[in-house]
């Protein structure tokens, strides 16, 4: 079935890139996404990658797609302690719209 | 443009007592979804309406949750009876369309803690 995994934690020192990598199962994934969720909030869609792509650049944000390997990863440049948050990846695939989320994976950002 | 409305914010019942939930989606939204967050996971479908059809319900707990969406609308997500294992949060969601690239908006949840 579809399945998402990520990492549970990273902490990184603030100015330094950060890096939260994702994998999934779905061959036919067509959409993945980056959402992140602040403490007590909803989830915010921070950016998406359609599956045809292998890299996507916005401002900070670098996301990288390995489509043989089903692995996706999110850089963040610079990052600051406004950056602290859960970053969930998810993916979508061809045959429904239903999105998979993984686990998440919580950036804590280090003085 | 007003985001995702959800009430209440928070609740705290006792098991094997019934409690629901509402959701106002973003004015336009074609589609409302309901998921499960429990913590420590990501969130979890239970039910995806387009306007007020159901489109996907595979995931919901039948026996004992329920949801509606009367007018395609706002739509409220029943609980009845309640079991430990329901305590989570109860994210709404709403998009303006379901196919393609569509971006859900997430409202903030409402916090549900079963004694």
């Known amino acids: 079935g579809e399945d998402v995994e990520q990492s549970l934690f990273l902490s990184v020192r603030e100015g330094d890139s950060s890096v939260i990598n994702c994998t999934y199962t779905?061959?036919?994934?067509?959409?993945l996404y980056w959402y992140k969720q602040e403490p007590g909030a909803g989830l915010q869609l921070l950016t998406y990658?359609?599956?045809?792509?292998d890299m996507k650049q916005d401002q900070r944000l670098t996301v990288l797609l390995n489509k043989k390997d089903k692995h996706l990863s999110l850089r963040i440049a610079d990052t600051q302690t406004g950056d602290s948050a859960i970053y969930f990846c998810?993916?979508?695939?061809?045959?429904?719209?239903?999105?998979?989320f993984g686990s998440g994976t919580r950036l804590s950002i280090r003085p | 443009e007003a985001g995702v409305a959800q009430s209440p914010r928070y609740k705290i019942i006792e098991k094997r007592q019934s409690v629901a939930f509402w959701c106002n989606p973003i004015?336009?939204?074609?589609?409302l979804y309901w998921y499960q967050q429990i913590l420590g996971q990501g969130p979890k479908l239970l039910i995806q309406?387009?306007?007020?059809?159901?489109?996907?319900d595979s995931q919901l707990p039948k026996d004992r949750f329920s949801a509606e969406r009367l007018k395609g609308v706002d739509s409220t997500l029943k609980i009845q009876p309640a079991k430990l294992e329901d305590s989570a949060v109860y994210l709404c969601?709403?998009?303006?369309?379901?196919?393609?690239?569509?971006?859900?908006?997430f409202g903030p949840g409402t916090r549900l803690t079963v004694l």
């Open positions: 969601a709403s998009s303006f369309e379901t196919s393609g690239n569509f971006e859900q908006f």
């Open positions: 779905d061959s036919s994934s067509t959409y």
């Open positions: 990658i359609f599956s045809n792509m």
């Open positions: 998810a993916e979508k695939g061809s045959s429904a719209s239903k999105i998979i």
């Open positions: 004015s336009g939204h074609a589609t």
């Open positions: 309406f387009q306007n007020n059809g159901v489109v996907d």
